[in-house]
Protein backbone atom coordinates (compact mmCIF):
# COMPACT_ATOMS: atom_id res chain seq x y z
CA UNK A 1 0.00 0.00 0.00
CA UNK A 2 1.55 3.27 -0.79
CA UNK A 3 0.35 6.41 1.26
CA UNK A 4 0.47 10.05 0.11
CA UNK A 5 1.08 12.81 3.06
CA UNK A 6 -0.06 15.95 1.28
CA UNK A 7 1.52 19.05 3.15
CA UNK A 8 5.27 18.28 4.58
CA UNK A 9 5.57 20.90 7.17
CA UNK A 10 6.22 21.08 11.17
CA UNK A 11 3.28 18.55 10.98
CA UNK A 12 3.04 16.69 7.79
CA UNK A 13 6.69 15.67 7.76
CA UNK A 14 7.05 13.94 10.63
CA UNK A 15 3.63 12.07 9.90
CA UNK A 16 5.06 11.04 6.49
CA UNK A 17 8.59 10.02 8.22
CA UNK A 18 6.84 7.27 10.64
CA UNK A 19 4.97 6.24 8.09
CA UNK A 20 7.81 5.09 6.08
CA UNK A 21 9.74 3.66 8.89
CA UNK A 22 6.70 1.65 9.58
CA UNK A 23 7.26 0.05 6.41
CA UNK A 24 4.89 1.71 3.94
CA UNK A 25 5.98 3.37 0.56
CA UNK A 26 4.91 7.03 0.69
CA UNK A 27 4.74 9.92 -1.31
CA UNK A 28 4.92 13.60 0.04
CA UNK A 29 3.51 16.23 -1.86
CA UNK A 30 4.55 20.01 -1.37
CA UNK A 31 4.35 23.23 -3.31
CA UNK A 32 7.52 23.79 -2.31
CA UNK A 33 9.80 22.66 -4.74
CA UNK A 34 13.54 23.23 -2.74
CA UNK A 35 12.14 21.67 0.08
CA UNK A 36 11.06 18.36 -1.63
CA UNK A 37 14.26 18.25 -3.10
CA UNK A 38 16.54 18.72 0.56
CA UNK A 39 13.80 15.94 1.50
CA UNK A 40 14.79 13.54 -1.01
CA UNK A 41 18.74 14.04 -0.77
CA UNK A 42 17.99 13.48 2.87
CA UNK A 43 18.12 17.00 4.17
CA UNK A 44 15.72 17.62 7.57
CA UNK A 45 14.47 21.00 6.80
CA UNK A 46 12.96 21.05 10.80
CA UNK A 47 16.03 20.35 12.54
CA UNK A 48 14.70 21.22 16.09
CA UNK A 49 12.18 18.58 15.84
CA UNK A 50 14.16 15.57 18.01
CA UNK A 51 14.19 12.14 16.14
CA UNK A 52 13.68 13.88 12.53
CA UNK A 53 17.04 13.48 11.20
CA UNK A 54 17.37 9.73 11.45
CA UNK A 55 14.03 9.27 9.44
CA UNK A 56 14.94 11.85 6.83
CA UNK A 57 18.08 10.34 6.24
CA UNK A 58 17.20 6.67 6.16
CA UNK A 59 14.05 7.38 4.00
CA UNK A 60 14.11 10.61 2.52
CA UNK A 61 14.27 10.09 -1.43
CA UNK A 62 13.97 6.33 -0.76
CA UNK A 63 10.41 5.22 0.76
CA UNK A 64 9.85 8.89 1.11
CA UNK A 65 9.49 10.43 -2.02
CA UNK A 66 8.95 14.21 -1.93
CA UNK A 67 7.16 15.59 -4.66
CA UNK A 68 5.54 19.15 -5.61
CA UNK A 69 3.71 17.49 -8.39
CA UNK A 70 0.27 15.59 -7.65
CA UNK A 71 0.24 13.04 -10.36
CA UNK A 72 3.20 11.41 -8.35
CA UNK A 73 0.55 10.27 -5.99
CA UNK A 74 -1.86 8.63 -8.52
CA UNK A 75 -0.89 5.27 -7.61
CA UNK A 76 -1.53 6.30 -4.09
CA UNK A 77 -4.67 4.43 -1.50
CA UNK A 78 -4.40 6.39 1.06
CA UNK A 79 -4.31 10.85 0.95
CA UNK A 80 -3.30 12.16 4.32
CA UNK A 81 -4.22 16.06 3.92
CA UNK A 82 -2.35 17.78 6.45
CA UNK A 83 -1.76 21.58 4.63
CA UNK A 84 -2.07 25.22 6.60
CA UNK A 85 -5.81 27.07 7.20
CA UNK A 86 -5.36 30.10 7.90
CA UNK A 87 -7.31 32.90 9.42
CA UNK A 88 -8.21 36.58 8.86
CA UNK A 89 -8.00 39.37 11.02
CA UNK A 90 -11.76 38.68 12.24
CA UNK A 91 -10.90 35.14 12.48
CA UNK A 92 -12.55 33.62 9.86
CA UNK A 93 -10.89 30.39 8.01
CA UNK A 94 -9.62 30.92 4.56
CA UNK A 95 -10.26 27.46 2.88
CA UNK A 96 -8.23 28.06 -0.31
CA UNK A 97 -5.32 26.07 0.34
CA UNK A 98 -7.43 22.99 1.47
CA UNK A 99 -9.46 23.30 -1.09
CA UNK A 100 -6.64 23.27 -3.43
CA UNK A 101 -5.50 20.14 -2.34
CA UNK A 102 -8.55 18.28 -1.94
CA UNK A 103 -9.22 19.22 -5.59
CA UNK A 104 -6.15 18.12 -6.51
CA UNK A 105 -6.49 14.90 -4.72
CA UNK A 106 -10.28 14.32 -5.63
CA UNK A 107 -8.67 14.16 -9.13
CA UNK A 108 -6.24 11.42 -8.18
CA UNK A 109 -9.19 9.49 -6.53
CA UNK A 110 -10.15 5.97 -7.61
CA UNK A 111 -13.01 3.57 -5.97
CA UNK A 112 -11.95 2.42 -2.51
CA UNK A 113 -9.36 5.22 -1.53
CA UNK A 114 -9.03 6.69 1.88
CA UNK A 115 -8.68 10.60 1.86
CA UNK A 116 -8.17 11.73 5.86
CA UNK A 117 -8.01 15.23 6.94
CA UNK A 118 -5.43 15.90 10.20
CA UNK A 119 -5.58 19.83 9.48
CA UNK A 120 -7.56 21.43 12.57
CA UNK A 121 -11.24 22.16 11.35
CA UNK A 122 -14.02 24.00 12.47
CA UNK A 123 -16.60 20.98 12.90
CA UNK A 124 -18.69 19.94 9.61
CA UNK A 125 -15.48 20.61 7.61
CA UNK A 126 -14.72 17.23 6.98
CA UNK A 127 -18.22 16.09 6.41
CA UNK A 128 -19.50 18.95 4.48
CA UNK A 129 -16.70 20.89 2.46
CA UNK A 130 -13.78 18.18 1.87
CA UNK A 131 -17.01 15.94 1.00
CA UNK A 132 -18.17 18.10 -1.40
CA UNK A 133 -14.48 19.20 -3.13
CA UNK A 134 -13.51 15.21 -3.05
CA UNK A 135 -17.31 14.13 -4.99
CA UNK A 136 -16.90 17.11 -7.51
CA UNK A 137 -13.44 16.19 -8.73
CA UNK A 138 -13.45 12.66 -8.71
CA UNK A 139 -17.12 11.89 -9.92
CA UNK A 140 -17.18 9.78 -7.08
CA UNK A 141 -19.70 9.32 -4.28
CA UNK A 142 -18.45 8.88 -0.43
CA UNK A 143 -19.13 5.23 0.19
CA UNK A 144 -17.20 4.51 -3.09
CA UNK A 145 -14.26 6.24 -1.37
CA UNK A 146 -13.93 6.59 2.32
CA UNK A 147 -12.95 9.83 4.34
CA UNK A 148 -11.94 10.50 7.64
CA UNK A 149 -10.35 13.03 10.55
CA UNK A 150 -7.50 12.32 12.39
CA UNK A 151 -6.49 15.98 14.22
CA UNK A 152 -2.58 16.12 14.48
CA UNK A 153 -1.78 15.96 18.22
CA UNK A 154 1.81 17.28 17.82
CA UNK A 155 4.20 19.31 19.75
CA UNK A 156 6.76 21.12 17.93
CA UNK A 157 10.37 19.57 18.47
CA UNK A 158 8.38 16.03 20.00
CA UNK A 159 6.58 15.56 16.84
CA UNK A 160 8.26 11.80 15.97
CA UNK A 161 7.52 10.81 20.08
CA UNK A 162 4.22 12.21 20.28
CA UNK A 163 3.17 10.03 17.30
CA UNK A 164 4.39 7.08 18.57
CA UNK A 165 2.90 7.44 21.90
CA UNK A 166 0.07 10.06 22.55
CA UNK A 167 -3.29 8.49 22.04
CA UNK A 168 -4.36 10.13 18.16
CA UNK A 169 -8.25 9.49 17.29
CA UNK A 170 -10.19 8.56 13.75
CA UNK A 171 -13.10 9.79 13.07
CA UNK A 172 -14.96 9.07 9.81
CA UNK A 173 -17.57 11.16 7.57
CA UNK A 174 -19.90 8.27 7.73
CA UNK A 175 -19.42 4.50 9.67
CA UNK A 176 -17.34 2.37 7.21
CA UNK A 177 -14.91 5.63 6.79
CA UNK A 178 -13.83 5.63 10.35
CA UNK A 179 -13.13 1.58 10.60
CA UNK A 180 -11.23 2.09 7.12
CA UNK A 181 -9.01 4.83 8.62
CA UNK A 182 -8.49 2.89 12.16
CA UNK A 183 -7.38 0.13 10.32
CA UNK A 184 -4.55 1.80 8.05
CA UNK A 185 -3.36 4.22 10.83
CA UNK A 186 -3.39 1.15 13.25
CA UNK A 187 -0.35 0.15 10.61
CA UNK A 188 1.69 3.06 11.96
CA UNK A 189 0.24 4.74 14.95
CA UNK A 190 0.09 2.36 17.94
CA UNK A 191 -2.18 4.60 20.36
CA UNK A 192 -5.51 5.22 18.22
CA UNK A 193 -8.85 5.79 18.97
CA UNK A 194 -12.11 5.28 17.04
CA UNK A 195 -14.51 8.20 17.51
CA UNK A 196 -17.93 8.12 16.42
CA UNK A 197 -17.80 10.52 13.95
CA UNK A 198 -15.17 13.33 11.96
CA UNK A 199 -17.25 16.10 13.53
CA UNK A 200 -16.34 14.80 17.10
CA UNK A 201 -12.45 13.60 16.09
CA UNK A 202 -12.79 17.62 14.59
CA UNK A 203 -14.30 18.99 18.20
CA UNK A 204 -11.72 17.10 20.79
CA UNK A 205 -8.93 18.80 19.13
CA UNK A 206 -10.37 22.45 19.45
CA UNK A 207 -11.11 21.42 23.16
CA UNK A 208 -7.92 20.66 23.88
CA UNK A 209 -7.05 24.57 22.50
CA UNK A 210 -10.34 26.08 24.51
CA UNK A 211 -9.33 24.40 27.80
CA UNK A 212 -5.56 25.49 27.59
CA UNK A 213 -6.45 28.95 26.77
CA UNK A 214 -9.45 29.92 28.89
CA UNK A 215 -6.73 28.28 31.95
CA UNK A 216 -4.15 30.31 30.99
CA UNK A 217 -6.34 33.41 30.75
CA UNK A 218 -7.24 32.23 34.60
CA UNK A 219 -4.09 31.97 35.46
CA UNK A 220 -3.15 35.46 33.95
CA UNK A 221 -5.76 37.15 35.20
CA UNK A 222 -4.93 35.44 39.01
CA UNK A 223 -1.36 36.80 38.57
CA UNK A 224 -2.88 40.49 37.97
CA UNK A 225 -5.11 40.24 41.17
CA UNK A 226 -2.63 38.36 43.08
CA UNK A 227 0.20 40.94 42.04
CA UNK A 228 -2.64 43.69 43.14
CA UNK A 229 -2.75 42.60 46.58
CA UNK A 230 1.06 42.19 46.95
CA UNK A 231 0.71 38.32 47.07
CA UNK A 232 3.45 36.49 45.83
CA UNK A 233 1.26 34.17 42.48
CA UNK A 234 4.04 31.53 41.70
CA UNK A 235 4.40 30.49 45.93
CA UNK A 236 0.10 30.71 46.04
CA UNK A 237 -0.07 28.56 42.60
CA UNK A 238 2.38 25.81 44.05
CA UNK A 239 0.87 25.18 47.11
CA UNK A 240 -2.93 25.75 45.45
CA UNK A 241 -2.22 23.31 42.83
CA UNK A 242 -3.38 19.35 43.67
CA UNK A 243 -5.04 16.77 41.72
CA UNK A 244 -7.82 18.65 41.37
CA UNK A 245 -6.58 22.53 41.12
CA UNK A 246 -4.26 22.70 37.66
CA UNK A 247 -3.68 26.08 37.65
CA UNK A 248 -1.13 27.48 34.54
CA UNK A 249 1.31 29.47 34.39
CA UNK A 250 1.10 33.62 33.70
CA UNK A 251 2.40 34.47 30.09
CA UNK A 252 2.65 37.66 27.70
CA UNK A 253 -0.41 36.28 25.87
CA UNK A 254 -0.74 32.75 23.54
CA UNK A 255 0.76 32.55 20.28
CA UNK A 256 1.57 30.04 18.09
CA UNK A 257 -0.27 28.44 15.07
CA UNK A 258 -2.83 26.75 17.75
CA UNK A 259 -4.07 27.73 20.77
CA UNK A 260 -4.97 31.18 19.71
CA UNK A 261 -6.95 29.81 16.64
CA UNK A 262 -9.37 27.01 17.47
CA UNK A 263 -11.36 28.73 20.20
CA UNK A 264 -12.48 31.41 17.14
CA UNK A 265 -13.49 28.56 14.85
CA UNK A 266 -15.96 27.71 17.84
CA UNK A 267 -17.05 31.42 18.67
CA UNK A 268 -17.53 32.21 14.94
CA UNK A 269 -19.50 29.02 14.49
CA UNK A 270 -21.64 29.89 17.70
CA UNK A 271 -21.54 33.84 16.38
CA UNK A 272 -23.01 32.15 12.44
CA UNK A 273 -25.72 30.42 14.34
CA UNK A 274 -26.77 33.35 16.49
CA UNK A 275 -26.01 31.91 20.08
CA UNK A 276 -23.87 34.19 21.27
CA UNK A 277 -23.99 33.20 24.71
CA UNK A 278 -22.56 29.87 24.15
CA UNK A 279 -18.66 30.88 23.63
CA UNK A 280 -18.91 33.67 26.14
CA UNK A 281 -15.94 32.39 28.06
CA UNK A 282 -14.03 31.33 25.06
CA UNK A 283 -14.18 34.73 23.52
CA UNK A 284 -13.19 36.40 26.97
CA UNK A 285 -10.10 34.04 27.33
CA UNK A 286 -8.96 35.00 23.99
CA UNK A 287 -9.71 39.41 24.91
CA UNK A 288 -8.23 38.48 28.39
CA UNK A 289 -4.95 36.75 26.99
CA UNK A 290 -4.64 38.97 23.93
CA UNK A 291 -4.67 42.41 26.61
CA UNK A 292 -2.09 40.76 28.21
CA UNK A 293 0.59 42.77 26.28
CA UNK A 294 -1.38 45.98 27.58
CA UNK A 295 -0.98 44.77 31.28
CA UNK A 296 3.32 43.87 30.47
CA UNK A 297 3.73 47.17 28.80
CA UNK A 298 2.56 49.19 31.79
CA UNK A 299 4.66 47.17 34.72
CA UNK A 300 7.78 48.35 31.72
CA UNK A 301 6.84 51.54 31.69
CA UNK A 302 6.85 52.29 35.11
CA UNK A 303 9.78 50.24 36.01
CA UNK A 304 11.72 52.18 33.78
CA UNK A 305 10.36 55.23 35.48
CA UNK A 306 12.47 54.29 38.22
CA UNK A 307 15.61 54.73 36.49
CA UNK A 308 17.96 57.66 36.39
CA UNK A 309 17.24 58.32 33.15
CA UNK A 310 14.44 60.12 30.78
CA UNK A 311 12.15 57.43 30.02
CA UNK A 312 12.71 58.14 26.35
CA UNK A 313 16.58 57.07 26.65
CA UNK A 314 16.48 54.34 28.57
CA UNK A 315 17.42 50.94 26.88
CA UNK A 316 14.76 48.49 27.28
CA UNK A 317 15.40 44.97 26.23
CA UNK A 318 12.83 42.46 25.75
CA UNK A 319 14.32 39.48 25.98
CA UNK A 320 12.48 35.97 24.00
CA UNK A 321 10.41 37.14 21.02
CA UNK A 322 9.22 33.58 19.69
CA UNK A 323 5.92 32.89 20.69
CA UNK A 324 6.98 29.34 22.66
CA UNK A 325 10.05 28.96 24.39
CA UNK A 326 12.24 27.04 22.38
CA UNK A 327 10.69 26.97 19.14
CA UNK A 328 11.81 29.53 16.69
CA UNK A 329 8.18 30.14 15.52
CA UNK A 330 7.09 33.98 15.45
CA UNK A 331 3.53 33.42 13.96
CA UNK A 332 1.05 35.29 16.39
CA UNK A 333 3.84 35.74 19.14
CA UNK A 334 2.62 37.63 21.97
CA UNK A 335 6.31 39.01 22.58
CA UNK A 336 6.67 40.04 19.57
CA UNK A 337 3.65 41.83 19.95
CA UNK A 338 5.00 43.59 23.29
CA UNK A 339 7.46 44.68 21.32
CA UNK A 340 6.09 46.16 19.04
CA UNK A 341 3.24 47.71 21.39
CA UNK A 342 6.65 49.38 23.69
CA UNK A 343 7.51 50.85 19.98
CA UNK A 344 4.14 52.73 19.18
CA UNK A 345 5.03 54.07 23.07
CA UNK A 346 8.00 56.01 21.57
CA UNK A 347 10.23 53.87 23.95
CA UNK A 348 13.77 52.91 23.22
CA UNK A 349 13.16 49.17 22.48
CA UNK A 350 15.95 46.48 21.88
CA UNK A 351 15.53 42.59 21.46
CA UNK A 352 17.55 39.60 22.21
CA UNK A 353 16.50 36.04 21.38
CA UNK A 354 19.21 33.33 21.85
CA UNK A 355 17.19 31.32 18.64
CA UNK A 356 17.64 34.53 16.41
CA UNK A 357 21.30 36.12 15.02
CA UNK A 358 21.37 39.91 15.02
CA UNK A 359 20.88 40.23 11.19
CA UNK A 360 17.66 38.20 11.52
CA UNK A 361 16.29 40.44 14.02
CA UNK A 362 17.58 43.79 12.11
CA UNK A 363 15.88 42.55 8.72
CA UNK A 364 12.47 41.91 10.91
CA UNK A 365 13.11 45.95 11.46
CA UNK A 366 13.89 45.47 15.19
CA UNK A 367 16.95 46.53 17.16
CA UNK A 368 19.25 43.81 18.73
CA UNK A 369 20.89 44.36 21.65
CA UNK A 370 22.88 42.14 24.05
CA UNK A 371 21.02 41.88 27.52
CA UNK A 372 23.92 43.36 30.16
CA UNK A 373 23.99 46.05 27.54
CA UNK A 374 20.39 47.29 28.24
CA UNK A 375 18.82 49.33 30.92
CA UNK A 376 15.82 47.10 31.70
CA UNK A 377 15.65 43.60 30.69
CA UNK A 378 11.83 41.84 30.68
CA UNK A 379 12.35 38.04 30.18
CA UNK A 380 8.91 37.27 28.50
CA UNK A 381 9.28 33.47 29.23
CA UNK A 382 10.51 34.26 32.99
CA UNK A 383 7.93 37.03 33.44
CA UNK A 384 10.70 38.74 35.24
CA UNK A 385 12.19 42.23 35.06
CA UNK A 386 15.64 43.23 35.44
CA UNK A 387 17.65 46.24 35.95
CA UNK A 388 20.81 45.33 33.31
CA UNK A 389 24.30 45.66 34.33
CA UNK A 390 24.88 49.34 33.26
CA UNK A 391 21.81 50.75 35.79
CA UNK A 392 23.26 48.64 38.54
CA UNK A 393 26.54 50.15 38.48
CA UNK A 394 28.44 47.20 37.16
N1 LIG B 1 3.00 22.56 13.81
C1 LIG B 1 2.32 22.06 14.82
O1 LIG B 1 2.83 21.97 15.94
C2 LIG B 1 0.91 21.55 14.64
C3 LIG B 1 0.34 20.90 15.71
C4 LIG B 1 -0.93 20.38 15.60
C5 LIG B 1 -1.63 20.56 14.42
N2 LIG B 1 -1.09 21.21 13.36
C6 LIG B 1 -1.91 21.33 12.15
O2 LIG B 1 -1.16 21.17 11.00
C7 LIG B 1 -1.51 22.17 10.04
C8 LIG B 1 -0.30 22.45 9.21
O3 LIG B 1 0.66 23.03 10.08
P1 LIG B 1 2.22 22.98 9.86
O4 LIG B 1 2.81 23.44 11.14
O5 LIG B 1 2.64 21.68 9.28
O6 LIG B 1 2.38 24.13 8.75
P2 LIG B 1 3.72 24.50 7.96
O7 LIG B 1 3.53 25.89 7.52
O8 LIG B 1 4.93 24.11 8.74
O9 LIG B 1 3.67 23.54 6.69
C9 LIG B 1 2.67 23.53 5.73
C10 LIG B 1 3.23 22.90 4.47
O10 LIG B 1 2.16 22.78 3.52
C11 LIG B 1 2.69 23.12 2.24
N3 LIG B 1 1.59 23.51 1.37
C12 LIG B 1 0.92 24.69 1.31
N4 LIG B 1 -0.03 24.63 0.38
C13 LIG B 1 0.00 23.38 -0.16
C14 LIG B 1 -0.73 22.71 -1.17
N5 LIG B 1 -1.74 23.31 -1.81
N6 LIG B 1 -0.40 21.45 -1.46
C15 LIG B 1 0.62 20.83 -0.82
N7 LIG B 1 1.36 21.40 0.13
C16 LIG B 1 1.06 22.66 0.46
C17 LIG B 1 3.67 24.24 2.54
O11 LIG B 1 4.60 24.40 1.48
C18 LIG B 1 4.32 23.75 3.82
O12 LIG B 1 5.46 22.95 3.60
C19 LIG B 1 -1.96 23.36 10.90
O13 LIG B 1 -2.89 24.16 10.20
C20 LIG B 1 -2.59 22.69 12.09
O14 LIG B 1 -3.97 22.48 11.89
C21 LIG B 1 0.18 21.70 13.45
Known sequence: MKIAVIGLGKAGLPIASVIADSGFEVVGVDIDERKCEGINKGENPIPEEMGLDVLIKRHGGKDLIATANYEDAKECEVFIIIVPLFTDEN??????????????????????????????????TTEERARKWLEEESGLKLGEFYLAHSPERIMTGFSVSRLKEFPKVVGGADRESGEKALEIYKKFVPNVHLVSSARVAEFIKLIEGCYRDVNIGLANELLKIADELGVDFYEAREYAN?????????????????????????????????????????????????????YWAEKIVLECMGLNKPLNEVKICVKGITFREGVKELYHSRNLALVKLLMRKGLNVYVYDELFTEDEVGEMGLMWIEPEDADLVFDCFGLKMERGQCQLGR
Not at 260 to 266: A, G, I, N, Q, T
Open 242 to 294: HEYCQIHLPSTGVGGHCIPVYPWFLIKEMEKREKFDHARLLRTSRELNDEMVG
Open 91 to 124: HIPDYRIMESAFRNVGRLLKKGDLVVLETSVSPG
